[in-house]
């Protein structure tokens, strides 16, 4: 499917032919519920068993899950401590405490914790149709589970809980919809991890680590940075980071004063350097009252976060504000490049956190970062090694654009189809394997 896709492509809603049903999900007629529980964690008896046991952090939020496994395992005799119930496999399980409206279908036979209910078909429903309409009506879900610490939505709601019927045959060709859609979204999550990986490697090839203490090539020399030996050509020096520009660190200007907030300056924190490569916008903004409480750097500065989840890397693509969190490195040297620099900082981003200070949250000081050796190549071999990464994350922005359009389409598709607003009652869609095995 391209970009371009449309429902037309799918469905033809001219003609209703089959009317759709509104169940409730503690209808007995079509589903048996099981529930899950945790056996007593002291008890080594109950644990490491033959009986695959599932936990609410192994399911991501916002997808179908297919669980083929899981990383504990239970007894016999712990199923029997608890009351927890095999769910049987192909079924819709459905977390209802905290993170509400998790869905998954489990491929084998397992038992739960107590923050999911599980939904095996008797008759009537596609297991994949149903876990994707569980998976639209998570806004719903939460709703009816309340607005407390911890929200809960109890068997006794969640069998009061309304959900259309299509006929069967009508679920399968939405299922078969969906499910072509999230193979896409597999697939282009897939190639997205595949470049990152191999860009990776490439990076540690570009600095030239070396794998052995023993190798020796012509034209080239070895270095150390901090624990790391790379072999490296000779024309690389070492310097440190101070020598090649200022190095800023950010501030926060007082939240107590709104008026400090809500302007045009991106206000930049570590969340944001995680996202992308170069930064232009953010969450947050400055107003020129906060600019002037806080510390502005140009385009084209170098951010590294050195507080908390130390190491995250990114380019100023505008001026910015950051908050206290982040040492940036402010350019003055021409014959160095940022983007040089930014992947560097990348290969060098586990050092750097083992240099954080032993405290409840760790920091690398600004003293100490200014002071970290870096390579400084010739600007050609640095112009070098900047294109053939940056090919690869034109690759993975590319593809996560792709990855953005596709999610988007399935929100839509999901909206229209799961609604009963456009039917597919008259369309010839082939039903795959993958999908008539659900139901």
Request: hydrophobic fraction near 30%; glycine fraction near 6%; charge should be negative.
């Amino acid at each position: 499917m391209t970009e371009e896709a449309t429902l037309d492509e799918f469905v033809n809603d001219d003609e209703h032919e089959m009317e759709w049903e509104t169940i409730q999900l503690g209808d007995e007629s079509y589903f048996t519920r099981y529930s899950g529980d945790t056996p007593t964690k002291s008890n080594s008896d109950y644990w490491n068993g033959e009986i695959p046991w599932l936990s609410n952090s192994e399911v991501q939020d916002g997808k179908v899950n297919l669980i083929y496994n899981t990383e504990e395992s239970i007894t016999e005799s712990g199923l029997e401590n608890c009351t927890a119930k095999i769910v049987p496999e192909k079924s819709v399980i459905l977390s209802c405490t905290a993170s509400i409206g998790k869905v998954g279908i489990n491929q084998k036979r397992m038992a739960t914790n107590q923050q999911f209910n599980s939904f095996g078909i008797k008759r009537g429903f596609n297991s994949y149709y149903l876990a994707n309409k569980f998976l639209s009506m998570k806004n719903e879900l939460e709703t009816i589970g309340g607005s407390t610490t911890h929200n809960h939505l109890s068997v006794y709601l969640l069998d009061k809980v309304e959900i259309e019927k299509p006929p069967l045959p009508e679920q399968r060709k939405i299922a078969t919809i969906l499910y072509t859609i999230d193979r896409a979204i597999k697939n282009t999550e897939s190639i997205i991890e595949q470049i990152g990986t191999v860009q990776s490697g490439l990076l540690r090839n570009l600095f030239g680590k070396r794998k052995t203490t023993t190798d020796s090539n012509s034209g080239t020399k070895v270095e150390r940075l901090g624990p790391k030996v790379f072999r490296v050509p000779a024309s690389w020096e070492v310097t440190e980071i101070d020598s090649i520009g200022r190095v800023v660190t950010g501030d926060t200007p007082s939240t107590e004063n709104e008026d400090n907030f809500g302007g045009d300056l991106p206000f930049v924190s570590p969340e944001t350097l995680s996202q992308r490569k170069y930064v232009r916008t953010s969450e947050r903004t400055l107003s020129e009252k906060g600019r002037n409480e806080a510390k502005p750097i140009p385009e084209g500065s170098v951010m590294t976060s050195c507080i908390g989840n130390i190491g995250r890397v990114a380019i100023a693509d505008r001026e910015v504000t950051t908050n206290q969190q982040i040492n940036s490195v402010v350019i003055e040297k021409s014959e160095y490049l940022p983007e040089f620099l930014y992947y560097h900082l990348q290969l060098l981003s586990g050092f750097i956190e083992s240099q954080a200070g032993q405290t409840t949250i760790p920091i690398v000081n600004k003293s100490s970062f200014q002071s970290f050796d870096i390579f400084k190549p010739p600007i050609e071999e640095q112009q070098r090694v900047v294109d053939v990464l940056s090919a690869y994350d034109e690759g993975r922005r590319i593809n996560r654009q792709h990855l953005s359009v596709l999610k988007r389409l399935k929100r839509g598709l999901m909206q229209d189809l799961l609604s009963g607003t456009v039917r597919t009652t008259v369309t010839n869609i082939e039903v795959p394997d993958e999908i008539a095995q659900y139901g």
